[in-house]
């Protein structure tokens, strides 16, 4: 396991540090994830259609994406830990809000401001994770970060599949009100700020407009931004289609609906426990190509079922498992490339990456229901699209070529 350098580090161990920066990177996907299987009891509570309910998820994704612009920079300036303090409270407000929601605007509204605040994790995690390690050990420092957040979609979606048939739906955000607390306490009580003085940059727009320009010119940045943009994205149309497919179409129990969710996450942690350990070796580029040569491959054969119906439910479960479990291999080894272009200002490269990622996530989950969905096909063709844009994007803007 990666060692922290002893003067910038927290007060934790390197084990329990990566344990509650991954707690706090998951409080994201624990917010999409948790309520999936509730939104045809959300939909049928506040009296909307399923493809209604499911625009709470781009909602949700379209906050988080403004929100990182500006965290970055902030994270840059003024430190890692207040930034994070900040949002986890901002978090927790909000899911008092959508707790307290009685119609789909007002939900609305409070999933971007939740999701506002739940970008900052994310944001500063890959930042505070840059000042601690260098490149390789970065990528096997993001890793078992990333081994740790995959818990979060694994057991979300189980939980809150039982919370939607026993209780009421409201209950998964006062669970996720006093689980951001929790980490918000822990945060402040045992967290020590990384970010040397002499690299703090300062807050000015001039400035900071300058460095986001610095990231969106760089040809090479670019590609490595992209590429993990449209990998995730292919999850965002999952998401955002999902309930759909599995629960009205083919009738999967909501109770379910979290296991079959679960059977992505634990090839995404096996095949990110797998980089953690050969990434020194090998190399973050190569373990990088690797994974954009299964996405695409994943996404055809997903076309091909959800058109042809070859194979029923598990003809679209199998390969999405094959695509979703190979997303946090092309997103950790993608970053270690776009943070070896900017090691000064990680949080505003950071910051760009996240809001690209989630904002072209929230376009794809908007065009995913864009019309009321009557097949797979619409998810299967947004999934496989991301997929082919990911790989394209590497090869065409990074400068590598395969070997």
Not at 10 to 39: K, Q
Request: hydrophobic share 50%.
């Amino acid at each position: 396991m990666p060692q922290t350098a002893p003067t910038r580090a927290s007060a934790l161990s390197p084990r329990f540090l990566f344990i509650l920066l991954g707690a706090l990177a998951g409080l994201t996907p624990l917010a999409v994830d948790m309520y999936l299987p509730a939104i045809p009891a959300i939909a049928r509570d506040l009296a909307t259609s399923i493809d209604g309910a499911q625009l709470t998820i781009s909602a949700f994704l379209g906050g988080f994406a403004i929100g990182q612009l500006f965290y970055g920079p902030l994270a840059d300036s003024y430190g890692r830990k207040p930034v994070i303090l900040a949002g986890l409270i901002m978090f927790a407000i909000a899911s008092v809000g959508c707790a307290m929601a009685d119609s789909l605007p007002e939900l609305l509204a409070y999933r971007m401001l939740q999701a506002a605040g739940g970008a900052a994790g994310s944001v500063v995690v890959n930042a505070l994770l840059r000042d601690l390690f260098e490149k390789d050990a970065f990528s096997r420092a993001m890793s078992f970060v990333i081994l740790v957040m995959t818990l979060a979609p694994l057991v979300a979606p189980v939980v809150g599949g039982y919370i939607s048939a026993h209780a009421d739906w409201r209950v998964i955000f006062w669970l996720l009100v006093g689980i951001s607390l929790l980490i918000c306490l822990v945060m402040q009580w045992k967290i020590e700020e990384t970010l040397k003085p002499e690299h703090r940059q300062p807050l000015k727009i001039g400035q900071i407009l300058k460095n986001y320009w610095g990231v969106l010119s760089h040809r090479g940045a670019m590609g490595y931004v992209l590429c993990g943009s449209l990998s995730s994205s292919g999850m965002f149309a999952f998401l955002s289609g999902s309930p759909y497919v599995y629960i009205e179409y083919f009738k999967v129990p909501t109770e379910h609906y979290g296991w079959l969710f679960g059977l992505n996450i634990l090839l995404m942690m096996v095949v990110t426990f797998v980089n953690s350990r050969l990434v020194k070796g090998v190399g973050a580029e190569r373990m990088l190509q690797y994974g954009l040569l299964v996405l695409p491959c994943a996404g055809a054969l997903l076309v091909y079922n959800a058109w042809s119906e070859t194979g029923g439910l598990w003809g679209i479960v199998i390969p999405v498992v094959l695509f979703v479990g190979h997303i946090s291999l092309v997103g950790a080894n993608a970053m270690t490339g776009l943070m070896g272009h900017f090691p000064q200002s990680a949080g505003t490269a950071s910051a760009l990456a996240g809001t690209l990622r989630f904002g072209i996530g929230a376009l794809v989950g908007i065009l995913v229901n864009l019309n009321p969905p009557h097949s797979p096909l619409p998810m299967a063709i947004a999934i496989a699209c991301c997929g082919v844009g990911s790989a394209l994007s590497y090869w065409l803007l990074t400068g590598h070529k395969a070997h």
